[in-house]
């Protein structure tokens, strides 16, 4: 199981079962998937196909209750949550659809969040780290709102900070979940060119970063490399 | 409104809190209301039994829940009388008389012929011989027989079963009195007890005209009955008959009492500020969960009056709920406390009176009004565009209006509870001002971690951030958790230092024994035979008797005076004395003393502090007293404050010695006597044969045995103050219960192990209990200073271990505390978090 793949993302026969009122119910069955270095994939669905479950388990903030997911060559399910926590410091970044950001935190201290904690940042120096977050807040055009607190900003800068979180330390892949879907149209837009502009284009001498996308909206879908669609739990 | 409509609604607010009911965090407030109710309840209906145990110790010092004594005989008609009321009574009888053994030892003895229901509170206790054990008497001596207290056993070389001679009267012996529960109240018997029975004094022959007894009569029943008595009584009364009530038992045990009351009162008034501030914590929780309903309700076109009073309506609903399981449980508890008391309580306790019930539910409801509403205010104020925006909070709580309707509850509380218009503002004050140091001092601790943000291993460093990043909620559980240390403190520390002090105030050597009657010219003698029994040289103080007749040239009469204790003061013959120097154990606090300043020597009283605040008296007014039928006129030139607890002699009023040293006197003295030597003071004694002795150490000794019950009364009510200030810190870990798992879930997401985590929590728990237990140790030792000087007048000293338990408990505790109550976070899928609402 140890030999190195050129996916970033490998997932095999996953299912994902939960105990309901009447029953067990299948939330995902049979679901194999693999994403390369650097590719944009869209994971399309409606509401309750069990998309945002799906990306759930492709980022190992959860476990699946059958099946493999292979993440950065490490198969995780055979870590417990330290290690998949571990696995994840500095290499995986995420954008929710309700932004997920810590209301007593800065814009700036949110973006140093993933840098604090990646162990390999140990022994750089605190203003080190604090330009890494400026330069990232930079890229998505919000370095004069660096010391606001997320609810001094609008919906669409909120999620830009998120995004700056996300990429702060080049990640090698990117978890995106219907990252538009709290914004309107217009800055939906602007924050997906954004999205795919940072992760198509990670920065002088940053690895490519992969993008994982779960949305509802086809017409998103279609800007990524390979769409996958999934209906009732199973890729159709 | 239809019926129908109307009982929908009903229905659908009951349907409503019903669901609220089930919701953690209002559980978390109405589990804080049952704490808080449940202690302040126990400490009611527990304190009000104490308060009642108390009442009937000091009827047993009075002998009865009434007495009337008098110089005359009293009308058996009473006792008739009383018992068409229900209440049980007794006749007694007591004068000095000298009693004879038959080989003709004589001694003057303190005879008491008591009926055959006597003592009707408290129990006698006899021995059957110097060395048995002894044991309780429901009853007086039979006829024929007679108890003798051990001195004039020893005085008279007789044993048990020898015979006495007491008048025309020969009587068997048959026990040695140990215990006289109403001996207390004649403190100036001045010779050992021979007790007979009441049918047998008409035969001594000792009754005639110019013997000296005084006759009592005692009731007692249910309070009711008793105070109806008294009404009546009070009509029956006639000149020279003296009625007194549960106020007139010993000074010494009256303030002992008050002080028990003091304590219990503070005890109880701990608890409800720790209720307050654990429901104040747990409402800004309910309030801030209830923001999403409350804007979706405000959306859908409710009004912000309709939204506040749907919720408002729900948590006092849960509010009388809560306080009715808290007053069940307290009413429980207290029986548990009951029942761990009861082997030092002397009998069984009272039942308790529903006035703590009421209490308890009135205290539940103005808590939860006073402490809760300022946060519910803001649930009606939410904005409707949460709905579209849900980064829109709440408005924040207006720090002004939730200070107020604390204040005025807590304040209306205290001045409830306490009963006691001084201690309540005192107590209000020192808890205001805590409060907001503590404030200023949590704002101020959180603003100085800020430069630590970026220093030590990550866990502190996020531990440290999330106290600074999240300042304003950082200082409200800083203030929080101070109060909640600070009571814990307050009760473990300082209240155990108060207590050494108060109990130091009766030091082991206080006098306890009084020695009167010392006729003039023997003072040196007294003073020179007390040395050579290797006792400290006694100081002598004149005493002469003077009836006050005029303040300011007007006549002064006992009609005069509407307070029954000023009647009494009156009416008897006060104890004047004269003195070159002010005594040591008195403090002059107004005017001078004389001979001092520009005080003429030879003129003026000095008057005690308390006197003259009874009898309304101003530096410079003229009193006067008439001593062995002349009248002594002098102004009053200074005032002093007397420590009536000292046991040490004192007067109400001193003179100079050229005022009245030609007037007739005797000398008093008190002096430690160990009991190793007081068959040679017996012996001693004999050369003044008109001096007599007081013993005031059974007095001391029933002092004490109240002071010890009191003490252990306040130590158990105090355990329920801990359980409330538990409370607040479950409470305050609870209201960032949510706010933590988001974060925690977060972090997880974004790579932090679960040590990581664990880590920065401990780091900012234990930071913050850190900052909360220096604080508390400090206010601590401030309020305890505070009570020590303004409420108990006692000295106090700096305890280290208030700083040490303060800040060692608090960092170890608040972390402990905040980790068990967070460390569910770690166990829960990142993912599971993040997709809940939020």
Known sequence: MDTTSSYVLEARDLEQRINGPSGPLDILRGISLAVQAGETVAILGASGSGKSTLLGLLAGLDAPSAGEVRLLDQVISELDEDGRAALRAGRVGFVFQSFQLLPALTALENTLLPLELNPTHAAASQAELNQRANEALDRVGLTPRADHYPHQLSGGEQQRVAIARAIVDHPAILFADEPTGNLDGRTGQRIIELLFGLARDPGADAPATALVLVTHDPELAAQCDRVISIQDGVLA | ?838
Do not use: K
């Open chain 2, 1 to 838: 409104m239809s019926r129908s409509h109307g009982r929908s609604r009903v229905g659908g607010f009951l349907r409503g809190a019903w669901r609220e009911w089930r919701s953690a965090e209002l559980r978390v407030l109405a589990a804080a209301l049952v704490v808080a109710v449940a202690a302040v309840a126990a400490v009611g209906f527990f304190t009000d039994r104490v308060d009642r145990g108390m009442a009937q110790q000091a009827t047993a010092l009075l002998g009865g829940d009434l007495a009337v004594v008098s110089d005359n005989p009293l009308p058996e008609a009473w006792s008739d009388e009383a018992a068409t009321f229900g209440l049980e009574t007794v006749r007694t009888a007591s004068l000095p008389s000298v009693v004879f053994s038959a080989d003709d030892a004589s001694r003057l003895a303190a005879l008491r012929a008591v009926e055959p229901g006597w003592p009707l509170h408290g129990e006698a206790r006899t021995r059957p011989s110097r060395a048995a054990a002894e044991a309780p008497r429901e009853h007086g001596p039979e006829s024929g027989t007679a108890w003798l207290e051990a001195p004039l056993l020893e005085a008279l070389h007789l044993e048990v079963g020898d015979r006495v001679e007491v008048g025309d009267l020969d009587l068997e012996i048959t026990a040695i009195i140990s215990h006289e529960p109403d001996r207390g109240s004649n403190l100036l018997d001045i010779a050992p007890r021979l007790m007979l029975a009441f049918e047998d004094l008409d035969a001594s022959g000792l009754i005639g005209p110019g013997s000296r007894v005084r006759y009592e009569f005692f009731a007692a029943g249910n309070s009711a009955d008793s105070a109806r008595f008294r009404d009546w009584l009070e009509g029956e009364l006639e000149p020279g008959q003296r009625l007194l009530g549960l106020e007139d038992a010993n000074p010494e045990l009256r303030t002992a009492i008050e002080r028990a009351e003091r304590f219990l009162g503070l005890a109880s008034l701990m608890a409800v500020l720790l209720a307050g501030a654990a429901i104040a914590v747990a409402a800004h929780h309910f309030a801030q969960r209830r923001a999403d309903p409350a804007a979706v309700m405000r959306a859908l076109g409710a009004s912000a009056r309709h939204v506040l009073l749907t919720y408002f309506g729900r948590v006092l609903l849960v509010a009388v709920i809560a306080s009715g399981i808290g007053l069940a449980i307290g009413y429980a508890a207290q029986f548990v406390l009951a029942s761990m008391l009861g082997e030092w309580l002397a009998g069984d306790l009272p039942p308790p009176g529903t006035r703590p019930a009421v209490a308890g539910m009135g205290v539940g409801l103005v808590t939860a009004v006073g402490f809760a509403l300022p946060a519910l205010l803001r649930i009606g104020q939410v904005s409707p565009l949460r709905v579209l925006r849900r980064d829109l909070g709440l408005p924040p709580t207006s720090v002004w209006l939730s200070g107020l309707l604390a204040l005025l509850a807590f304040g209306g509380l205290l001045y409830w509870q306490a009963a006691d218009p001084g201690l309540a503002a005192w107590v209000l004050l020192g808890t205001a001002v805590a409060i907001s140091v503590l404030a200023l001092l949590g704002i101020g601790l959180v603003w100085a971690l800020r430069p630590l943000r970026n220093r030590g291993g990550m866990a502190l460093r996020f531990g440290l951030a999330n106290l600074s990043r999240r300042g304003g909620l950082s200082a409200v559980q800083l203030v929080a958790f101070s109060v909640g240390i600070l009571a814990l403190l307050l009760l473990a520390i300082v209240r155990v230092d108060l207590l050494n002090a108060w109990d130091a105030s009766i030091p082991e050597d206080a006098p306890n024994q009084f020695f009167i009657n010392i006729q003039p010219g023997q003072e040196t003698a007294f003073a020179d035979r007390v040395e050579e029994a290797g006792l400290e040289r006694p100081q002598l103080d004149p005493m002469i008797r003077g009836r006050l007749i005029e303040i300011n040239g007007e006549r002064v009469h006992p009609d005069d005076f509407a307070d029954d204790r000023d009647r009494r003061l009156v009416d008897r013959e006060f104890n004047l004395s004269y003195a070159e120097e002010p005594p040591g154990h008195n403090r002059i606090v107004a005017g001078h003393w004389f001979g001092a300043g520009e005080q003429d020597a030879d003129t003026g009283w000095s008057v005690e502090a308390g006197l003259m605040e009874r009898f309304d008296l101003a530096l410079g007014d003229t009193v006067t007293f008439r001593v062995g039928g002349q009248a002594v006129q002098s102004p009053i030139t200074s005032v002093r404050e007397v420590d009536w607890d000292s046991f040490q002699v004192n007067f109400f009023v001193i003179g100079p010695p050229a005022l009245l040293d030609e007037q007739p006197r005797t000398f008093i003295t008190a002096m430690h006597v160990p009991e190793a030597q007081r068959s040679a003071q017996n012996q001693w004694l004999r050369e003044f044969p008109a001096a007599s002795a007081i013993d005031v150490s059974a007095i001391l000794v029933q002092v004490r045995e109240v002071m010890d019950q009191a003490t252990r009364a306040v130590e158990y009510v105090f355990l329920f103050t801990l359980v409330a200030g538990l409370t607040v810190l479950f409470a305050a870990v609870q209201a960032t219960r949510d706010v933590r798992r988001r974060e925690a879930a977060l972090l997880r997401a974004l790579g932090a192990r679960r040590e990581h985590i664990r880590n920065g929590l401990l780091a900012e728990f234990g930071t913050l209990g850190l900052l909360a237990g220096l604080l508390a140790a400090i206010i601590a030792t401030a309020v305890g200073a505070l009570l020590a000087w303004q409420v108990f007048e006692f000295d106090y000293h700096l305890n280290p271990w208030t700083f040490i338990y303060g800040i060692g408990g608090g960092t170890l505790g608040i972390a402990l505390a905040g980790w068990l109550g967070t460390r569910r976070v770690l166990n829960q899928a990142p993912l599971a978090v993040l997709r809940g609402p939020e």
